[in-house]
């Protein structure tokens, strides 16, 4: 269970940065209530998933989860580069986080 909230945690991480960027430096309300209401549940969730997972790989896992989306949202959703190089790196972080997940105890 505690990975599936971690999970979740690195899901909410993505939403907060998504919601960022349509808050246009929180100018506009919605999308800015909604960077802070997702980025509270995000942490709660990583802290819940940290009572059982190492501090360390739950925020490696954390971190990786948002950057991974993040980046795969901006190049489906918002038209970012989807370069060769930029999906190398990308599969990095996958292989990273999974290593991450299969060497803790």
Do not use: H
Not at 21 to 39: E, H, I, R
Not at 46 to 57: A, D, E, F, N, Y
Not at 60 to 83: P, Q, R, Y
């Amino acid at each position: 269970m505690p990975w599936l909230i971690l999970i979740v945690a690195g899901l909410f991480e993505c939403a907060w940065v998504i919601a960022l960027n349509y808050s246009s430096g929180f100018t506009k309300s919605v999308p800015a209530v909604l960077t802070v209401l997702f980025m509270v549940i995000s942490m709660f969730l990583l802290s819940l998933s940290m009572k059982q997972i190492p501090m360390g790989t739950a925020y490696g896992v954390w971190t990786g989860i948002g950057t991974a989306g993040v980046v795969i949202v901006g190049m489906l959703w918002f038209g970012e580069s989807k370069d060769v190089m930029r999906i190398l790196f990308l599969l990095m972080i996958v292989i990273g986080v999974f290593g991450l997940r299969i060497s803790s105890r």
